[in-house]
Structures are given as C-alpha cells and as structure tokens.
C-alpha cells in the first residue's frame, strides 16, 4: 500500500458573482495534438467537464474524487501571502504544491526550508518562476509544468492587445458605453498595423504562434531568441533574426515578449532599452510582469516613448490596488486571464491530473513538462531556462487588499 500524501493546492478566488450555473457555449472544441505533434494531457481518466470553470477553489482543477479516492489528502485554498496564510501552514508537511501562474504560491527559499516532505511542485498552466528554482535544485525538488497547455491561449491574447494598442479599440469601446459618438477623439490615437514591423522577444511555442498569427497582417516580422529558428521556419514567415533584444527593438514598432522569467531576463525592458525603442512603440508582455521594469514602463508612457503597453501579467500577483500599471495612460492590461480561458483550464487540469497518476505509481513524468529534477534543470526547463531565483519580493503580494 502507498503512504497517504498531503496535495497542497492553491488556486484562485471562486468568482464574486456566484459559481456560474450555466455557460456562454456548450462545451469546448476536442483538440487531438499541439501545433508541432506533442501530445495533449493523456491522464487514465477526468471528472470534469472539459469547459466549465476548473482553475477557481471550487473548481479544485477536478481532482478531489481522484485525489481522495487513492487515499490522499487534498487540501485547496486560495489564501497564499504572508506568514499566516493558509498556504504557508499547510506548506509545513505537504508533499506536493500545486499552483497556478495566475494566482502564484510562491514558493521562496524560506517556504522551501520550511516544508520538510515537500518533492514535488506541479505548475499548472506554464511558467514556475513563482518557484525558486535554485532551492528546488538545491532540495532535490522536481518541479514541473503543463508544458503547451495555454500556448495558444497566450498567443491568440497577445495578438488581440496588439491589435487593441494600435487601433486604439479601449477608448473607442469605452467612449461608445458613455453615449458619445466624438470621431475625432476615437481616432486621434488609431493606426493600421498593415505595414508596420512587428517583433517578437523569444520565438519559443507562443512566440512563434503569434509570428504565425500576425503574418496575414502584412506586417514585416522579427525575432530573438538563444536558439535560431530553422530556415524553413524563416523563410516561410518572412522573418529577420536579431542576435540580441536591442537590435530587435530598433527595428520594430511593436515588440511583444514571450520569453519564460530567469536571471537573465528580469528587468530586460529597462529604462535603458525603452529609450533605445522607436519613439511611440507599442510593448506587449504576457510573458512576466518582472521582464519589465514597471517605473520605467509608466515613465515611458507618460513621455510618448512607448505609445501603448499591454499585456496580462504583474509582479507581484495580484497586483496591489496602487500598482502604476492600473492607472498609467494608453495601457490595455488585463488581469492575468491569457492562459486560463475556460478552454485552457481543461487542459491544464487534465495535465496535473497527468502528471499526478505518474507521481502515484512511480512512473517518469514526460521530459516535456519538466523543469527541475534530480537536482538539475531537466527537459524542458534545461532548455528554457537558466539557474538561479527570480522570487524576490514576492511578500509584496500579501498587501493586495481587495
Ligand atoms: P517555450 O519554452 O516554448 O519558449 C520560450 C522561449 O524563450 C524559448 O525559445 C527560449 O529559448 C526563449 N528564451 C529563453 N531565454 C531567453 C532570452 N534570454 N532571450 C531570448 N529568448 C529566450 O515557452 P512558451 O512559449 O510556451 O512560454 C513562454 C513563457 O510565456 C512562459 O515561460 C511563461 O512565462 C509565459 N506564459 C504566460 C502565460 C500567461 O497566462 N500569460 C501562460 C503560459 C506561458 P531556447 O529554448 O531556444 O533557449
């Protein structure tokens, strides 16, 4: 018989207007494998409806019947900041986290030291920057994530805000909602994007689906990356390949990031490359609120260097009610939604739900949705990501009030 485990999940708020009863659609298209051939999650079995909310405390990601039924413990709880949270007592004799992007457990150093049994931290969605990675490697903690899960999500997003940043729709959308019908405001700030060079920070599986999404656009299109695209690839799209990030942005009007958060990325959009952008580009980040430097950002907003910043992630999350990305002029954020669309969820909770099967019986869990392992970055994550920490100052996000 195996030994009972504590499955410690974090998740987010259920929704302030009541758990929903019915829904927009009837359900969400079946997909059978990712852009390139990786297969979709492949767990034994679900308990949910693929499209219903799964990411919310209620949702528990359906894995209670699954959890419970092998003779675990599953503990879910959306309390996640400061030394009293709900998460930092239960963390204590948990043998596996579970946590999501959007609403991070972030996993520190100290939270690590703290947690005795912890082995195994699952991401579920992409991205576990929220994770000390260097503490992982260091505990022997594997760490893994639902790799290609929100890919597409992500990608589809980031197209919209661009197109919303160079159209100047939130205004328009706002002005109509207060009866007006004043034209020459609406369009004092509109372009088309036919034309325009439009760049990509990393060409990795979002980054590449959103060159591939913007090229009906007649746009020319550019990226960086560590590792060059094929030339096929290149050729295909039309694209220019800059060897670092500033030959890109003086190249582009509008630049938009899909690189993971490491040491070598935090902060990569200071004041320093802003400045060096053309004047009235257009950012647009649903990668990490921390690869920007959010001071800059807003300075450069305020002195019509950047033209419009959008995108769907901030450091910390959620973000305080005074953080200056809520209020600076000519943003289009969103909360951080991109990658947890109703149909993204289905997805995700089918990987954790993967990978957990695996972890139970003792089998491997695939290289494509590991980051950290036997004390090394591994699969993916050695690919993609470099040693080292990018959680500090993550306690920031016990001051969110609601
Ligand atoms: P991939 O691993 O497919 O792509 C990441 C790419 O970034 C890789 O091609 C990698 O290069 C490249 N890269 C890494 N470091 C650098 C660097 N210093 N400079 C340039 N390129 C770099 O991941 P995805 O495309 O699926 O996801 C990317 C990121 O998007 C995630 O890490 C996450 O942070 C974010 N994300 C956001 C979501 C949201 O909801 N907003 C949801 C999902 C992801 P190489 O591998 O060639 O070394």
Redesign the pocket.
């Given at each position: 018989m195996t030994t009972a485990q504590k499955i410690l999940c974090v998740l987010y708020d259920d929704p302030v207007d009541g758990y929903p009863s019915t829904y927009a659609r009837d359900g969400i298209p079946s997909l059978t494998s990712y852009p390139g051939g990786q297969s979709m999650p492949s767990p034994g079995k679900i308990d949910f409806v693929p499209g219903e909310l799964l990411g919310s405390v209620s949702g528990e990601l359906g894995l209670r019947k699954f959890v419970e039924g092998l003779g675990h413990n599953l503990v879910i709880t959306s309390d996640k900041d400061g030394v009293d949270s709900t998460f930092e007592r239960e963390l204590i004799d948990a043998d596996v986290v579970i946590s999501q992007?959007?609403w991070p457990a972030y996993l520190t150093a100290d939270r690590i030291k703290k947690s005795r049994n912890l082995k195994l931290a699952i991401t579920a969605?992409?991205?576990?920057?929220h994770v000390d990675l260097q503490s992982a490697i260091d505990n022997n903690i594997t760490v893994c994530e639902v790799?290609?899960?929100?890919?597409i999500?992500?990608a589809e997003?980031a197209v919209m805000q661009i197109l919303a940043l160079v159209r100047d729709y939130i205004p328009q959308y706002r002005l109509v909602v207060e009866g007006r019908w004043d034209i020459a405001d609406a369009v004092s700030r509109s372009y088309d994007i036919e034309g325009m060079s439009v760049g990509v920070?990393?060409?990795?599986?979002?980054?590449?689906?959103v060159l591939k999404r913007m090229y009906p656009f007649d746009v020319s299109l550019h990226y960086?990356?560590?590792?060059r695209l094929t030339i096929e690839q290149e050729d295909e799209l039309g694209l220019t390949f800059h060897p670092d990030?500033e030959s890109l942005v003086k190249a582009c009007d509008v630049v938009s990031i899909?690189?993971?958060?490491?040491p070598?990325?935090e902060h990569?959009f200071d004041e320093k490359l802003i400045s060096k952008m053309r004047r009235g580009s257009y950012i647009v980040n649903?990668?990490?609120g921390k690869i920007c430097d959010k001071n800059a950002v807003a300075k450069a907003l305020e002195t019509g260097q950047l033209a419009g910043y959008a995108?769907?992630?901030w450091f910390p999350q959620p973000a305080p009610t005074d953080h200056i990305w809520r209020t600076m002029p000519n943003h289009a954020m969103t909360p951080?939604?991109?990658?947890?669309s109703l149909s993204?969820q289905a997805r995700y909770a089918a990987g954790v739900r993967e990978i957990l099967e695996n972890w139970f019986n003792g089998n491997r869990i695939r290289d494509e949705y590991l980051i950290v392992q036997g004390g090394h970055l591994a699969g993916?994550g050695a690919?993609?990501?470099?040693e080292g920490d990018t959680t500090g100052g993550s306690d920031e996000a016990a001051k969110f009030n609601r």
């Open positions: 992007p959007f969605g992409i991205g576990s920057d790799t290609y899960c929100n890919s999500s992500v997003h920070v990393a060409a990795g599986r979002i980054g590449l689906a960086t990356d560590r590792h990030v899909h690189c993971p958060l490491h070598e990325t990569l649903t990668a990490r995108g769907d992630v951080h939604t991109s990658g947890t993204a993916t690919h993609s990501y470099s």
